[in-house]
């Protein structure tokens, strides 16, 4: 009686389709024990405290007494939407948010074509223009705090010097020249970053192109406007995008200058709830906080838009 052998489990036989899926399993869990750590770092630090400050926004939360919390319901929206700064805060907002980006895109894509050309030292120029997008915006609100001081601030001396105005301005001091004075600062730190994107936008432009446009007599404006900026357009929407929701969620700049003030004509949603924390009315901050995430949801999803358009091209 001879003796037989039996063949190798196939690929489509039960069991190698247990061994794939007992591999399988191992695998997942593996992955998920080096991923756990992680996710409970995460959700600690981060989601947890995120849903205790959601459930302070409909709580009568004040820091100054703890030992009654109640139940409001929609109470603080009502007081936020309701104060007769809320408008003001508003309009500053917008006025902030566009006042900033515009000026920082017509800038950074100046500076971006200066930067495209090749020219000597031209390291050492980008090295200086991208310099000030590593400093912190606090401190860049603290040096032009400085810089717009009305008595011995550099800006008031040029122009002084210059013969702009005859006396010393009150930047900060003055509603309206408030405003102007942040912005500005905003936009001599968002500049860098604009600069950055497209002229790594632009030197994907090829240049065989633009030869051969020049071959068609087309002059420089021609094909800056007919090639070069419908080339780089989505680049330059997503950078749009991207720097419009951190300047509307950047309160540093303006609260190292004016923390909101005169008299709150600089206060933005931002600025705005950080004075609700320093008096203890965590309720009502809260409340703006969610006001800003809903908001900053809706920038995320255009944003996410923007780029599942761009990687199905």
Same mark, same amino acid.
């Given at each position: 009686?001879? @003796?037989?052998? *039996? ?5 489509g ?21 080096f991923?756990?750590? @992680?996710i409970?770092f ?12 959601? /459930? *302070?926004?409909?709580?009568?939360? #004040? ?6 919390t109640p139940?409001? &319901?929609?109470?603080?929206?009502? %007081?936020? =939407?309701?104060?007769?700064?809320f ?7 917008? +006025? ?11 800038i950074?894509?100046l500076?971006? =074509? ?8 031209r390291?050492l120029? /980008?090295?200086l223009?991208f ?5 912190? &915006?606090?401190?860049?609100g *603290?040096?032009?705090r400085?810089?717009f #001081?009305?008595?011995? &601030?550099?800006v ?10 005859? @006396? ?5 001091a003055?509603?309206k =020249?408030?405003? +102007? ?5 905003n936009?001599w730190?968002?500049?860098t970053f604009?600069?950055?994107?497209? =002229? ?8 065989? +192109? ?15 406007f ?8 989505? %680049?330059l ?6 720097r ?5 969620? !950047? ?27 320093? /008096?203890? !009315?965590?309720g009502? @901050? ?7 995430? +809903? ?5 995320c ?12 091209r």
């Amino acid at each position: 009686m001879t @003796a037989t052998t *039996m063949p190798p489990a196939r690929a489509g036989t039960p069991r190698a389709v247990r061994r794939r899926t007992t591999f399988g399993r191992r695998h997942a869990l593996t992955i998920l024990a080096f991923l756990t750590p @992680a996710i409970i770092f995460v959700c600690w630090f981060t989601y947890f405290p995120m849903l205790q400050g959601a /459930q *302070m926004a409909f709580r009568d939360w #004040n820091l100054w007494d703890l030992t009654s919390t109640p139940w409001v &319901g929609l109470a603080n929206f009502a %007081t936020i =939407l309701g104060d007769p700064v809320f408008p003001v805060v508003a309009g500053n907002t917008v +006025v902030w948010v566009v006042g900033s980006i515009v000026p920082q895109l017509v800038i950074g894509f100046l500076v971006a =074509l200066g930067l495209w050309r090749r020219f000597r030292f031209r390291a050492l120029y /980008q090295a200086l223009v991208f310099y000030p997008w590593a400093v912190s &915006g606090f401190l860049v609100g *603290m040096l032009f705090r400085w810089m717009f #001081n009305a008595e011995f &601030g550099v800006v008031n001396d040029l122009l002084m010097k210059t013969g702009a105005v005859e @006396a010393p301005l009150p930047w900060l001091a003055d509603p309206k =020249l408030a405003m +102007v004075a942040v912005i500005v600062a905003n936009v001599w730190y968002g500049v860098t970053f604009f600069a950055i994107m497209i =002229l790594a936008a632009l030197q994907s432009v090829p240049d065989e +192109v633009l030869e051969a446009a020049a071959i068609d007599g087309a002059g420089t404006v021609r094909r800056l406007f007919s090639i070069v900026v419908p080339y780089i357009w989505t %680049t330059l929407a997503l950078t749009v995008l991207l720097r419009a929701i951190w300047t509307f969620n !950047s309160p540093e700049i303006i609260y190292a200058m004016t923390a909101g003030g005169p008299a709150g004509r600089t206060h933005i949603v931002t600025t705005w709830m950080i004075e609700f924390t320093q /008096q203890g !009315s965590y309720g009502l @901050a809260s409340a703006i906080g969610l006001v800003v995430m +809903v908001v900053l949801f809706v920038f995320c999803a255009f944003y996410l838009m923007a780029m599942r358009r761009v990687n199905q091209r």
